[in-house]
């Protein structure tokens, strides 16, 4: 037998040896026969000498790349043991913090998420882009720049969570004391002043996010909240764009038999102001509980937006003009699907949870 196919039949022994090894100790036990001086590679090496001069390098070749296969196979097997080691470890050392054993139930976006996810489609669909800002915002962002003057109560300890930063300065009148200009934006309005500053016309874009208000938790009011208002900024916009925009949007988002009606209302922000109301999604307009009998459902306010917050954001009214509008997405979410208190919203119930 030549020393090349004494070569290879080492060579397949040693890797035929590992093959059959069963965990990972049986493995470390023939590695002195596989790598050690007594391994048949090994002492295959003593040949050497008798090969001749000549011939040695394709020898010595040949040696190498079977002791690089048993090597290959070895490492291959070894990583197989260690994990499969490091599984049984770790199934035996898992502790089992699940609140179900009979749980197989993916979890998925919660109701608001997916009706904010559901809105800005819609919008996105209609030609709007989405945009977002910060939820600390200063008291010109939220107040000033929206035409909302100093002693406005909305700028009211009382009605805003205003964060203490340390250096405190004395805002409105001074009757309510003092309070620094950093707070919880009170609505996605700010995000609107940063789009007009930051961003030629034409605009069209929608500003959906968490606003804050201190308002006492019950069926249809929470502190923490999620709104959704769009912003309309171009040559020749009236008030007719604003009504066709919420009718179709209306259409889109509740289906065909529901439609939009505005009636006049005051906002500091828009001149002409006005309430958005849809047909009652429960009777679609006959009349019921829900809706007062009326066959309508308030669902948030709009209007075209002030010459004075057109001022503000450095653009003249006389060329843009545009419309504001805005609704509360936790409310959408009741409203579609028939939900009669909002807090059920946020206790974390997963019997409620689970069925949207």
Request: hydrophobic share 40%; charged share 25%.
């Amino acid at each position: 037998m030549s020393v090349y196919d004494q070569i290879a039949e080492a060579e397949t022994k040693a890797v035929v040896e590992i093959e059959q090894a069963a965990d990972l100790a049986g493995l470390t036990a023939i590695e002195p026969m596989l790598f050690g001086k007594k391994s048949e590679l090994g002492g295959l090496k003593r040949l050497m000498g008798e090969v001749d001069a000549g011939e040695r390098p394709k020898v010595g070749q040949a040696l190498n790349e079977a002791q690089l296969v048993v090597r290959e196979a070895h490492a291959l097997a070894k990583e197989k043991f260690s994990k499969a080691q490091r599984l049984a470890q770790l199934e035996t050392e898992r502790l089992d913090l699940t609140e179900s054993l009979n749980s197989t139930q993916r979890g998925h976006l919660h109701l608001v998420t997916q009706t904010m996810e559901r809105l800005e489609d819609v919008f996105v669909g209609m030609g709007f882009t989405v945009s977002e800002g910060p939820q600390a915002e200063t008291d010109w962002y939220n107040f000033e720049a929206l035409n909302l003057p100093a002693a406005h109560p909305a700028r009211s300890m009382f009605d805003t969570l205003y964060l203490d930063l340390g250096e405190r300065t004395e805002i409105g009148d001074g009757e309510g004391g003092e309070a620094t200009n950093i707070l919880l934006r009170t609505h996605t309005s700010p995000v609107q002043i940063r789009v007009m500053e930051s961003t030629p016309p034409p605009i069209y874009t929608v500003c959906p996010g968490r606003v804050f208000r201190r308002d006492t938790a019950d069926a249809s009011h929470m502190p923490v909240f999620h709104q959704i208002e769009g912003l309309v900024i171009d040559r020749g916009i009236s008030l007719t764009d604003l009504s066709g925009t919420l009718n179709e949007f209306t259409a889109a988002y509740f289906g065909g038999a529901i439609s939009s009606r505005l009636r006049p209302s005051y906002f500091p922000f828009t001149e002409p102001s006005a309430e958005f109301d849809i047909t009652c999604v429960i009777c679609e307009g006959a009349g019921c509980q829900t809706c007062q009998r009326t066959g309508w459902i308030e669902l948030g306010g709009c209007g075209m937006v002030h010459p004075n917050v057109l001022a503000n954001c450095g653009l003249d009214s006389e060329e843009w003009t545009g419309f504001a509008f805005g609704f509360g997405i936790d409310r959408l979410a009741l409203m579609r699907h028939g939900i009669k208190d909002l807090r059920d919203m946020y206790t974390n119930d997963v019997r409620f949870l689970e069925q949207f």
